[in-house]
């Protein structure tokens, strides 16, 4: 069902610090912006960023790296004041100062080399002898036998600085839509002509930027097979209360950080390669707390106050990648900012700038670009294609059966944390349930739904039952691998626009516990309204009720 369409000059797809960074530095330019974000603005890996501004660590030797990273760097004290000044919002620019510390004398030799390497790039550095260090930041370890202090190294709040980037965009005239999820590029011959949302919405563009973070591979894929390197590395985070007196710099060792951040002291990340999986675990957060704890073990009193996660865009040289993508006449991406989009947002909307008024890129963006990739090795047909953008939504069949019990095994931990687990015998007796199922949908009693995925995979269910006078019960589960894309809202509005075109109701119900926020938003974004409170499973829960138009 088509709702509206809209035109504009650029779209953009994915509202993270790119995308908005692109339509701040697009729409000062001049030119007519959309932006479409799928949830909300920041609300993913740019929400969850720490923040830091700390260009030494990502830089392995001089080249082009180096001097994009510490270009991007050093623009920040200027493209704040701007931003700050035209949004009113304070980003949280700090010039914190940063110690790189190593706790062993065999760390010590490759400090010193990275040391001497930071020095020839000209960043200010100095040398620390491990008691240097300790008077400089009191509550380090004193086991710390080395450190290399940079003064200059900062940081910024990044969920203000995507919310300072978006709302000065829209000063400039810029069109931004949260909850607008794209489900299809549309072209024809090799010219991008607009996209479609799972909401039905259709927008025309003359040129389309893809910022979707680490979603761009599977926006990309179905326009003739296009291959982003792009691995979702997933990333922990924890922030601890801070100690008195406070933590005074930034502290990096044992391949994690510390952030002092008002009353807070950040610490992070993980860097986790299993999927999209985005959840914080027991093992993540013991990791961090135990590495912070060794480098300040003073920190042990204080408490833990919360816990993130976020998805990274992790690409195979660590490099972003920035510009056309070669073949097509308006199709521009900008995306595998890897653990560093922070710091490269105001170099990438710029170069893109650049590019969409220009024709050219500037030159530091020239070795970012995605055909360093478009080589045969990359495109051989053993590498990994993304899963399917938006899998299909199907009523169950017979031939279901196997993938829907693959799916309840596979995700049977993961469900239990959540709903109360199905228990040994649904697995043994899954044929004669299965088949019971399949005759309560003949009956019309209930509308039971797959996700299916590439190669027939399940990895989702949509679940109208009880259906009666009009009504019924929605639930809905997705597999762990495939959480965290938005599927369960695009899912879950499918559902309600079949019920109430194909099956005749005018009235779902639904009951999530108080503790699964996640649940409660894809209710919340489907127009489900909360009526009432309840116990479910012996935990505090609410019902929600969503009126059919
Ligand atoms: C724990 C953690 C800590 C980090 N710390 C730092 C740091 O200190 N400094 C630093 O420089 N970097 C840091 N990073 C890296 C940084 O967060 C990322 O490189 C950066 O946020 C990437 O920005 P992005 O806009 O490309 O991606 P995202 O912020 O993920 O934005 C992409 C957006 O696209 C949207 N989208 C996806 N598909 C669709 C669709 N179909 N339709 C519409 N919208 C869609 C998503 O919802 C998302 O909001 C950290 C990352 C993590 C996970």
Same mark, same amino acid.
């Given at each position: ?111 010193? !080399? ?33 450190? $290399? ?28 839509? /949260?909850? @607008? ?8 011959? #090799? ?12 927008? @025309? ?28 590395? $997933? ?6 209360? !801070? ?16 952030? /002092? ?54 690409? /195979? ?49 020239? #070795? ?22 938006? /899998? ?50 003949? @009956? ?106």
């Amino acid at each position: 069902m088509m709702l509206s369409t809209q035109t504009t000059d650029v779209l953009i797809i994915g509202g993270g610090v790119i995308g908005c960074s692109c339509a701040y530095f697009l729409s000062k330019a001049g030119m007519n912006v959309t932006i479409l974000e799928q949830g909300e603005l920041g609300g993913q890996a740019s929400g969850a960023a720490a923040g830091l501004l700390a260009p030494l660590g990502p830089i392995p030797a001089p080249g082009t790296f180096a001097d994009l990273i510490l270009a991007s760097f050093r623009q920040f004290p200027a493209f704040v004041a701007e931003l700050e000044a035209s949004s009113g919002i304070d980003v949280g620019y700090e010039r914190t100062g940063a110690l790189r510390v190593v706790r062993s004398g065999k760390r010590l030799t490759r400090l010193k !080399q990275r040391f001497e390497l930071w020095q020839s790039l000209g960043v200010r550095v100095e040398w620390m002898e491990g008691t240097e260090a300790l008077k400089r930041e009191p509550l380090l370890a004193s086991d710390v036998c080395g450190a $290399v202090y940079s003064p200059e190294e900062s940081q910024v709040n990044a969920v203000q600085l995507v919310r300072a980037l978006a709302l000065s965009a829209q000063q400039a005239g810029a069109h931004i839509y /949260p909850h @607008a999820a794209v489900n299809e590029i549309m072209y024809s011959g #090799t010219n991008v002509t607009g996209v479609r949302t799972t909401a039905g919405d259709l927008y @025309a563009c003359k040129q389309l930027i893809v910022t979707a973070g680490a979603w761009s591979a599977r926006l990309l894929h179905p326009l003739n097979d296009i291959l982003l390197p792009l691995r979702p590395i $997933v990333g922990q985070m924890l922030a601890l209360s !801070q100690p008195e007196p406070a933590l005074q710099h930034i502290i990096f060792g044992d391949t994690k950080y510390l952030l /002092p951040r008002k009353r807070e002291v950040l610490v992070g990340a993980t860097k986790e390669d299993n999927g999209f999986a985005i959840q914080v675990t027991p093992q993540g957060i013991d990791k961090l707390h135990t590495t912070a704890l060794r480098l300040m073990p003073s920190l042990s009193s204080q408490s833990i106050i919360r816990s993130w996660a976020g998805v990274r865009p992790g690409t /195979p040289d660590k490099r972003p990648i920035i510009g056309p993508i070669p073949g097509w006449e308006n199709l521009l991406v900008a995306t595998g900012h890897n653990s560093s989009g922070i710091i490269l947002s105001p170099i990438t909307g710029q170069g893109i700038t650049e590019y969409v008024t220009t024709g050219h890129l500037p030159d530091v963006l020239q #070795t970012f670009g995605y055909e360093r990739f478009n080589t045969p090795e990359f495109l051989s047909p053993s590498t990994p294609r993304p899963q399917l953008l938006m /899998p299909d939504l199907q009523l169950i069949r017979l031939d279901h059966a196997p993938a829907l019990l693959a799916f309840e095994l596979e995700n049977r931990a993961y469900f239990a944390a959540s709903v109360p687990d199905r228990g040994d015998e649904f697995f043994a007796e899954f044929d004669t349930r299965y088949a019971q199922l399949l005759k309560y949908q003949a @009956a019309g009693t209930d509308f039971l739904h797959v996700l299916v995925a590439e190669r027939g995979e399940v990895v989702g269910r949509v679940n109208l039952i009880e259906v009666a006078d009009g009504s019924a019960e929605l639930g809905y589960r997705i597999a762990q691998k495939a959480a965290g894309q938005g599927l369960a809202t695009a899912a879950v509005r499918k559902v309600c626009e079949l019920a109430a075109t194909e099956y005749g109701l005018t009235r779902l119900r639904a009951r999530v516990k108080r503790d699964n926020p996640a649940s409660r938003k894809v209710l919340e974004h489907n127009g489900f309204v909360a009526v009432g409170e309840l116990t479910l499973n012996g935990k505090p829960a609410m019902s929600y009720i969503c009126e059919l138009r």
